[in-house]
Structure formats: C-alpha cells, structure tokens
C-alpha cells in the first residue's frame, strides 16, 4: 500500500498565479503545486536552509529537497523553452500562525496567539508541557493533576519530569505554567477561557491532542504532530474536546477537514 503524502504547511497561498512568456510561445502550460511554490519562496527568497525548509513546511529535509529539485526544473523548462507557468494545487494547509520561525503573518486562525508567541526570541521552544496520566495526554487541561514537562535543547528533548499541579485548575494552570517558565503546551480539551489566559502568558497551544506524551512531543519537534487549532472543550457534556484538525484531505486549499473531534490523525 502506498504511504499517504503528509500535507505540506504554507504561510499563505501565492499573488500571483501564472507567468508567461511575452511574444511568441507559452502556448504549453507547465504546472507549479502550491508546495512547491513555498520551497522556493523559503529557500530561494528567504534564503533559509532545506532543514529550516523542512521545519517550516512540517516535512522531512529529503522531502524538500526532492520538492525544490522539482520545482527549480520546471521553472527553467520555462524560461528556457517559453512555456506558461501556472501555480496551482498541491497537498498543503494554510499555517495557523504557530510554525517554526512563521512568516510573521497574521495567517489562519490562530493569528493572535502567534502573534504573541512569536515576542519570544526567535520563536523557539525551550520548555513543553503537557497534561499528564499514565504516560499519556489527559485530555482536559483544567482538571489535569500532572504535567509533564519537557526541556528543549536544539531541537531535542535534553530532559524531561512529572511535576504535580497541586489543586491548581482552569485560568490558575496558565498562571502555574509561567511560573514554570513553559512556552509551549500539549493537552487535549480546554476552554476558551484558559486559551485566552495562556494566549496573554505567550504560551502556544496545540491542543485536540491524544496519545502518548513522549510521542506527541517528539512529533512537535519535528513538525508532524497532529493537533486541533479550534479546540474546545465541552465540561457541560461528556468533556469531550472538539475542533477542527490538521490533516489531509480533499478541498478548496488541497489540506482540509473537520474531524468532529479530538481523534489523532
């Protein structure tokens, strides 16, 4: 069975979306993905490395080398040949705002909670956190009794504890995580309450986030981990959190879909 191919995250979709040849040619059209249109505005505009590419993107270095590699070739067979370039389609999602060194943009809907994030010097995760049972995310942050929390080195986790939350719950945990220094966390339900507390803390939140905690950091640092940026949570009902996931899927942008949940895609 082949592997399904991993949505590649863009900052925004291109201005422009066609470029031909003046005169005489550009009759043949050769097709530029969305995707492919990021790696060379990364790499080429933004001069950043295929491993900040990568991290950017959410895909591995060979991925985006094996991206950009085609890409460059169809835009000389352009402008070589004089041919129509069309830029179009792709397997991709629009960037919430909370990626590895963002564009800086006011970009998808967690804007605002980026916008606050991104104060932190150069935008890099130092210290994690996550709701903590049985090796596992709890999946409410307000009646969460452990976090686990990670440091963050280079890229790498260099250390990691339980710490206790000590009768701590809802908008007090924001206040508990600052004291703790954490900039990031990883939880499963929460409420918009404690999104706004955390949000003016500069904390950055994925949550809609189930699994194990270990897992679930390890796929942060390498942009893949799958997360709910409208992550709510219902204490009302059954407590179940519910948002809309990052995932692949058919749709206007190439990624799109709403899991009705919290399920790990």
């Known amino acids: 069975m082949a592997r399904p191919v991993r949505c590649r995250r863009i900052c925004f979709e291109p201005k422009y979306d066609s470029f031909a040849p003046s005169g005489k040619g550009g009759v043949e059209q050769v097709l530029l993905t969305v995707d492919e249109f990021e790696?060379?505005?990364?790499?080429?505009?933004?001069?950043?490395?295929h491993e900040q590419c990568a991290k950017q993107m959410g895909i591995s270095r060979t991925t985006v080398t094996e991206i950009y590699e085609r890409a460059r070739a169809k835009i000389a067979d352009c402008i070589v040949?004089?041919?129509?370039?069309?830029?179009?389609?792709?397997?991709?999602?629009?960037?919430?705002?909370?990626?590895?060194k963002c564009c800086g943009k006011k970009c998808?809907?967690?804007?605002?909670?980026?916008?606050?994030?991104?104060e932190r010097e150069e935008n890099e995760m130092t210290r994690v956190a996550v709701t903590y049972e049985n090796g596992n995310v709890f999946p409410h942050f307000g009646r969460?009794?452990?976090?686990?929390?990670?440091?963050?080195?280079?890229?790498k986790v260099s250390g990691a504890e339980v710490r206790d939350t000590e009768g701590s719950g809802h908008g007090a945990l924001a206040g508990l995580l600052s004291a703790w220094e954490v900039d990031t966390l990883i939880c499963g339900g929460i409420g918009a309450g404690a999104q706004a507390v955390l949000a003016e803390a500069g904390i950055r939140l994925f949550g809609g986030v189930s699994g194990s905690t270990d897992e679930a950091v390890a796929a942060l640092l390498t942009g893949s981990l799958a997360y709910a940026p409208d992550v709510h949570c219902n204490h009302h009902g059954e407590g179940h959190c519910h948002g809309e996931g990052h995932h692949c899927g058919e749709g206007k942008h190439g990624c799109a879909g709403n899991d009705g949940g919290c399920a790990d895609h």
């Open 144 to 155: 969460t009794q452990k976090f686990k929390v990670y440091e963050i080195a280079d890229g």
């Open 108 to 118: 998808g809907r967690a804007a605002n909670l980026a916008e606050t994030t991104r």
């Open 39 to 49: 790696a060379i505005r990364l790499i080429d505009t933004e001069k950043r490395t």
């Open 81 to 100: 040949n004089g041919k129509t370039l069309c830029i179009s389609g792709g397997n991709y999602v629009l960037c919430d705002g909370s990626a590895w």
